[in-house]
């Protein structure tokens, strides 16, 4: 028993001797074939998921992504009297249950004056799509260009 415990543990793989491990000629061409292969197929594959997300962003109506900067024109804000000339209305509660400024994140409050954007009829707090129209000329919520609108004069609330 004691003799067993001063010999050192040798591991054994099985029938594989890990000094005898070469490639050569045939098997390293065919490892390099193989590995080309796989990375050939997982490239098709990424190209394939992005053509496959670009389509469906194009037929979802959002159309695709853009790729470029905007312009100087769209990116900039609207005047003020386009501002200003927003309707403004006076919010009522309905069925379909509370509804938010996605600006600021809160709730509109029974009878709280909110200013509709012509075209989607999104509605924000005058304070919150102000400032934001100050510095952008998109809906805030569903990107669509206020340039094309004919802003009427607003009706004053009494």
Known sequence: MASQDSQPFHWHYGEL???NFQLH??????????????????????????????????????????LHLPSRAQSAGLDPLAINGLPIHLHHSSAAGEVQCCI??????EGEKVKVLPDCNHSFHPECVDMWLSNRSSC????????????????ELV
Not at 34 to 63: H, N, P
Not at 104 to 109: I, V
């Open 104 to 109: 600021c994140l809160s709730s509109f409050q």
């Open 25 to 66: 000629g045939r098997g390293l061409l065919l490892l390099i074939i193989l590995f080309s292969i796989c990375l050939v197929f997982t490239l098709i594959c990424l190209y394939a998921k992005w053509m496959c997300r670009y389509r469906q962003l194009a037929e979802s109506g959002t159309g695709p992504p853009q």
């Open 140 to 155: 805030p919520l569903c990107r669509a260009s206020l340039h094309t609108c004919k802003v009427e004069p607003a009706h």
């Open 17 to 19: 001797n890990d000094k």
